[in-house]
């Protein structure tokens, strides 16, 4: 890549620090790019706010740049910035800029941006109280079965990671990052959320992304999955019912192991009711 393309964001760009108004309407947003680590490309998950026209398009621009940041392995360049969020290149430089004067995107010496540690504590803020009350009980179950625990959370059509651990002892483990984010249709995270949503609930996400396995969620109580989001890996995933929180699963994701789907279920089950009995 030539050094134009990793130039700072100094003010020899000639631009101004701010969003100006200027760009509210200055061409469409691109997808970005994905990490390939645990998450499915852009292209596979429903993004129903895409193609709607936003309030604003300048703090549209901006918060999709950090989704852009987050998904890459590497920093980027603000030529790749632009090119991944489908604008200019000043255009991309003034968001860039006001995402730096705020803490959430920093540069290094060659020019290249990533999320800040400002980042971070915003992210302490989201759901606070379960992602407090989840940390031990997912510590425990992590350790004791030797597999990443995670809680995922319902967003829109998609299901986040908001909290994960990774066992301390173990031969091979899975990073569930923080996050994560794969479509409603697929996983045991998924199923295990689709069995508690209500009717009004599914009212406004269609019914393209149900599984019949939700039924059978309610019976038995845990939910199962096999190459269906990262290939090779198999999850097991129960229901977390939070008053006040987005639907949300608690789960375990791994590569293999001698303990039965029931079994795991049950120590789920177990932490599950452990975390809602917290935050009552």
């Known amino acids: 890549m030539g050094e134009g393309e990793r130039e700072g964001m100094g003010a020899g760009e000639g631009m101004g620090d701010g969003m100006g108004e200027g760009d509210e309407n200055a061409g469409p947003r691109g997808r970005g790019c994905k990490n390939g680590d645990v998450s499915t490309p852009t292209s596979e998950i429903s993004q129903p706010a895409a193609k709607a026209v936003p309030h604003s398009q300048t703090l549209s621009r901006g918060i999709r740049v950090l989704e852009i940041l987050a998904d890459s392995d590497t920093p980027l360049t603000i030529a790749e910035v632009a090119a991944a969020l489908g604008v200019h290149r000043s255009i991309a430089y003034r968001i860039l800029r006001t995402l730096e004067d705020h803490g959430v995107v920093i ?76 479509p ?38 845990f939910a199962t999955s096999h190459d269906e989001v990262i ?41 599950a009711a452990a975390i809602t009995a917290d935050l009552r």
């Open 107 to 182: 540069r290094d010496a060659a020019g290249a941006v990533r999320l800040g540690p400002r980042m971070a504590a915003l992210a302490r803020g989201v759901s606070r109280g379960l992602q407090s009350a989840a940390l031990p009980e997912l510590t425990s179950v992590a350790n004791d079965l030797g597999m990443t625990a995670f809680v995922a959370v319902l967003d829109r059509r998609e299901v986040v990671t908001l909290v994960s651990v990774e066992p301390r002892q173990a031969h091979a483990t899975v990073a569930q990052r923080p996050g994560t984010r794969h």
């Open 231 to 271: 290939p090779g890996l198999a999850s097991v995933a129960v229901p977390l019912t939070v008053p006040g929180e987005a639907p949300a699963a608690l789960a375990v994701v791994y590569l293999g192991t001698g303990r039965s789907a029931a079994e795991i279920g049950a120590r789920l089950t177990a932490a």
């Open 184 to 221: 409603l249709d697929r996983g045991a995270p998924a199923i295990a959320i689709q069995s508690v949503l209500s009717a009004d609930e599914w009212a406004g996400l269609g019914d393209e992304a149900r599984r019949s396995e939700a039924h059978a969620v309610r019976e038995r109580g």
